[in-house]
């Protein structure tokens, strides 16, 4: 079998992306401005939601959401142990207290059981995390916030708008994906996405910030309020101040600067054109890769069932029986065969800047054995079909060769 030569994720760039970014940079307009609200129309009409925030990344949109509702110190917000540091990073940014909780023994997703018990009256969001792009059980979280909601006491009014502690997805993989026919960006209450260059949909850097209708929420408003986080606490964006005569604002906040440019949007805008073909192809990927793997101890996590559809972001499997030197020498050697690997994730308390907070892995035994045996293999739609097979067949054959030594 000749060598090849597969790297884990690159971006799925075309000319219509080129053309796009390049009738930009003619325009005389490159930071923030129509192209990005063209943008952010079409993801709201993709999600199905009122409004969305194009920002520079899913974290920016993450801790937007925190700072919005007006979380900081004396606050609790709630996120997995098995999730990358981006959710749990911002909790400390706005000053509040991560409580970190250990996922199911037989999933990813937060163990209800412990989540139930994790929330206190200082409890203000919970971030459950779409990992590969595979929904949560939406239905148990609201049930738990509802049934938890005579502990809440809230701190500003769109803490009031809920009257309960809030769910702000963590969907940086999931674009694309739905619960009960429900489009991601419309099942948590506030929901972040990732346009990051290894994302299934990519601005090359990027994310955005949705949030679900509710009648309690007044869209426009709330959507300024997001703007003016996200540029220093502007009154009028840059496209605004532009006009004749419109130079006069105020900053009514001292904020920060995450937007996204019209640069960035229009890589988007194209990628928008192209997405459907895009999830095509990952999911031609993904069911050659179950086909293959079939009958083996190489188990993946499943992008479809009764109640959801995955976007399919990452490929993620567990090597049954596998002890962590076997992982990482499985790993090693598809290297060698030229097939870059990955693992989502180290849990965040392994991590040194959540260790120095205190935490620690031996308090979360599910997470550290869905880690010690996962292998991520290569998804994106730059993958050939004869390179998808030479992924299988070298998988394959060193799992079997590593297990057998």
């Given at each position: 079998m000749?060598?090849?030569?597969?790297?884990f994720?690159?971006?799925?760039?075309?000319?219509?992306?080129?053309?796009?970014?390049?009738?930009?940079l003619?325009?005389?307009?490159?930071?923030?401005?129509?192209?990005t609200?063209?943008?952010?129309?079409?993801?709201?009409?993709?999600t199905?939601?009122?409004k969305?925030?194009?920002l520079?990344?899913?974290t920016?949109?993450l801790?937007?959401v925190?700072?919005?509702?007006?979380?900081?110190p004396?606050?609790?917000?709630?996120?997995?142990?098995?999730?990358y540091?981006a959710?749990?990073?911002?909790?400390?940014h706005?000053?509040a207290t991560p409580?970190i909780v250990d996922?199911q023994?037989?999933?990813?997703?937060?163990?209800?059981?412990?989540?139930?018990?994790?929330?206190?009256?200082?409890?203000?969001?919970i971030?459950?995390v779409?990992?590969?792009?595979?929904?949560?059980d939406?239905?148990?979280l609201?049930?738990l916030?509802k049934?938890?909601?005579?502990?809440?006491?809230?701190?500003n009014?769109?803490?009031?708008s809920?009257?309960?502690?809030?769910?702000l997805?963590?969907?940086?993989?999931?674009l694309?994906?739905s619960?009960?026919g429900?489009?991601?960006?419309k099942?948590?209450?506030?929901?972040?996405?990732s346009?990051?260059?290894?994302?299934?949909?990519?601005?090359?850097?990027?994310?955005s910030?949705?949030?679900?209708?509710?009648?309690?929420?007044d869209d426009?408003?709330l959507?300024?309020?997001f703007?003016?986080?996200s540029?220093?606490g502007?009154?009028?964006?840059?496209l605004a101040?532009t006009?004749l005569?419109s130079w006069?604002y105020?900053?009514v906040?001292?904020?920060?600067?995450c937007?996204?440019?019209?640069?960035?949007a229009?890589?988007?805008?194209?990628?928008?054109?192209?997405?459907?073909?895009?999830l095509?192809?990952r999911?031609?990927?993904?069911?050659?890769?179950?086909q293959?793997?079939?009958?083996?101890?190489i188990?993946?996590?499943?992008h479809?069932?009764k109640?959801?559809?995955s976007?399919?972001h990452l490929y993620?499997?567990?090597?049954e029986?596998?002890s962590?030197?076997?992982?990482?020498?499985?790993?090693n050697?598809?290297?060698?065969r030229?097939?870059?690997?990955?693992?989502h994730?180290k849990?965040?308390?392994?991590?040194?800047?959540y260790?120095?907070?205190?935490?620690?892995?031996?308090d979360?035994p599910n997470?550290?054995?869905?880690?010690?045996?996962e292998?991520?293999?290569?998804?994106h739609?730059?993958?050939?079909?004869?390179?998808?097979?030479?992924i299988?067949e070298?998988?394959?054959n060193?799992?079997?060769?590593?297990?057998n030594v």
């Open positions: 000749t060598k090849m030569n597969i790297p994720s690159p971006p799925d760039i075309s000319q219509m992306e080129i053309d796009e970014v390049v009738d930009t003619k325009s005389g307009w490159i930071t923030t401005g129509p192209k609200k063209e943008l952010e129309r079409l993801l709201s009409a993709y199905q939601t009122n969305t925030v194009c520079n990344s899913a920016a949109g801790e937007l925190l700072r919005v509702l007006g979380v900081g004396g606050d609790e917000v709630i996120v997995p142990a098995m999730t540091t959710s749990c990073s911002v909790i400390t706005v000053g409580v996922i023994n037989d999933g990813f997703e937060m163990d209800y059981v412990q989540l139930e018990k994790a929330i206190t009256t200082n409890t203000k969001v971030i459950p779409e990992l590969a792009g595979i929904p949560c939406y239905n148990q609201y049930e916030v049934s938890k909601s005579h502990l809440f006491t809230a701190k009014k769109w803490q009031e809920f009257n309960r502690v809030v769910i997805s963590d969907s940086a993989h999931a694309g994906s619960y009960k429900i489009p991601a960006g099942l948590a209450d506030f929901t972040s996405f346009f990051h260059a290894v994302k299934n949909f990519t601005t090359g850097e990027g994310g910030v949705t949030w679900r209708p509710f009648d309690k929420i426009e408003e959507y300024k309020e703007q003016m986080y540029l220093h502007q009154t009028k964006d840059a101040k006009k005569g006069e105020d900053i906040l001292p904020a920060y600067k937007n996204m440019t019209d640069i960035m229009s890589i988007g805008l194209a990628q928008m054109k192209r997405y459907s073909q895009l095509s192809r999911k031609e990927i993904v069911d050659k890769y179950n293959g793997f079939a009958g083996t101890t188990k993946a996590l499943q479809k069932g109640d959801y559809q976007s399919m993620i499997t567990h090597i029986g596998a962590l030197e076997q992982r990482n020498e499985i790993i050697q598809m290297a060698e030229g097939i870059a690997c990955n693992v994730y849990p965040l308390p392994m991590l040194t800047a260790r120095n907070l205190g935490f620690s892995v031996d979360y997470a550290y054995s869905y880690f010690v045996n292998i991520t293999l290569p998804l739609t730059k993958l050939t079909d004869e390179e998808v097979e030479y299988i070298n998988l394959k060193i799992v079997e060769s590593v297990k």
